[in-house]
C-alpha cells in the first residue's frame, strides 16, 4: 500500500515562492501518473498539476500555469511542486495522489496524503 506525506507547505507573502514535496513509503511511485491538488475552505478539491510516470509529460491548471511547476525524481521516489508568484487565491490545503491512467479528475486518483497547507497572505 502506498502512503505521501506532502511537506513544504507554510506561509508566504503574495509574489512569494513555496516548494512542495511528495514523498512515498511502502512501494515505489516511479509506476505512476502523480498529480497534486487543493482544497480551500468550503471549495471542492480542485486539480493543479500532473505528471506522468516517466516525467516527459504535465498538465497545469489554468490558474496555476507559468507560475507552478511539477517534476518528478524517480531514484528518489519524490514529486516536487514548485510555486512562484503566489497569490492569495492560492491559499488551500494541497495534496498529492497517484494515479495508473493519464487523469485531471480527483476521483481516479488513489492515495491520498493527509495534505500540507500553503497560506498566501496579501
Known amino acids: 500500500q502506498v502512503q505521501l506525506v506532502e511537506s513544504g507547505g507554510g506561509l508566504v507573502q503574495a509574489g512569494g515562492s513555496l516548494r512542495l514535496s511528495c514523498g512515498a513509503s511502502?512501494?515505489?511511485?516511479?509506476?505512476?501518473?502523480m498529480g497534486w491538488f487543493r482544497q480551500a475552505p468550503g471549495k471542492e478539491r480542485e486539480f493543479v498539476a500532473t505528471?506522468?510516470?516517466?516525467?516527459?509529460?504535465?498538465d497545469y491548471a489554468d490558474s496555476v500555469k507559468g507560475r507552478f511547476t511539477i517534476s518528478r525524481d524517480n531514484n528518489k521516489n519524490t514529486v516536487t511542486l514548485q510555486m512562484n508568484s503566489l497569490k492569495p487565491e492560492d491559499t488551500a490545503v494541497y495534496y498529492c495522489?497517484?494515479?495508473?491512467?493519464?487523469?485531471?479528475?480527483?476521483?481516479?486518483?488513489?492515495?491520498w496524503g493527509q495534505g500540507t497547507q500553503v497560506t498566501v497572505s496579501s
Open positions: 505528471i506522468s510516470w516517466s516525467g516527459d509529460r504535465t
Open positions: 511502502g512501494r515505489t511511485l516511479s509506476i505512476y501518473n
Open positions: 495522489a497517484r494515479c495508473s491512467t493519464w487523469s485531471t479528475s480527483p476521483s481516479d486518483f488513489g492515495s
